[in-house]
């Protein structure tokens, strides 16, 4: 199987265009206004624009009341919706999207009980927590709190960056790895070298499985 890759928080449309150029399969843009990546429709819609065929684009919300949501998706073409706080099954449902939702990692974090409450998503984005958090914290959590076996696709983020990529695949043997600040020069600006260093290790370590 091939790992799939996200790179979340672009924030501009050169940034996205030279990743999807390098084989990402997924870019996020985060509508989440506390972030220092978020962007507004304006930036979101010329970022998408720039983009070529067969790269998916994820929205990020963070426990977003849903006119905004709505609002976000009226102009902006989404593909996938991540939701990132503390929403319900139902409100995840409101919008008729392929949706993600994420799982900030603790000790008595039970991927089972999500996968129920969850069962239509399209897959669990495993993060780190960190009290007062809702993500892009750039630290890992520990892998093996993952069980070896969910009924929903695991998308794993945080800390992740070309020097643990391919331990994160052997390890825990995801279906996505999501990585942000890993391939960054600053926030919200992306290092062309990391991200097609860490595509590159990604693939290494797909063949090295097979």
Partial sequence: ??????????????????????????????????????????????????LPAFVSVVGLFVDADEASIREVLKHVA??????????????????????????????????????????????????????GAKGGTGNCFD?????????????LAGGLDVSNARQAI???RPYALDVSSGVELKKGIKDTAKMAAFLSEINEADRLLR
């Fill in 78 to 131: 989404i593909d996938c919706i991540q939701f990132h706080g503390d929403e319900t099954p139902e409100a995840c449902r409101l919008y008729a999207k392929p949706y993600i939702k994420a799982v900030r990692m603790r000790n008595d974090s039970c991927l089972e009980q999500m996968s129920k409450e969850y069962f239509d998503a399209s897959g669990l984005l495993l993060d780190a927590y960190e009290p």
């Fill in 170 to 172: 052997q390890q825990v």
């Fill in 1 to 50: 199987m091939r790992t799939r890759v996200k790179i979340c928080g672009f924030t501009c449309a050169e940034d996205a265009r030279t990743a999807a150029f390098l084989g990402v399969d997924a870019i996020g843009l985060v509508f989440y206004p506390p972030s220092s990546r978020h962007v507004d429709i304006e930036v979101a819609k010329r970022i998408v624009a720039g």
């Fill in 143 to 155: 892998w093996n709190l993952i069980p070896e076996q969910c009924a929903l696709p695991l998308i």
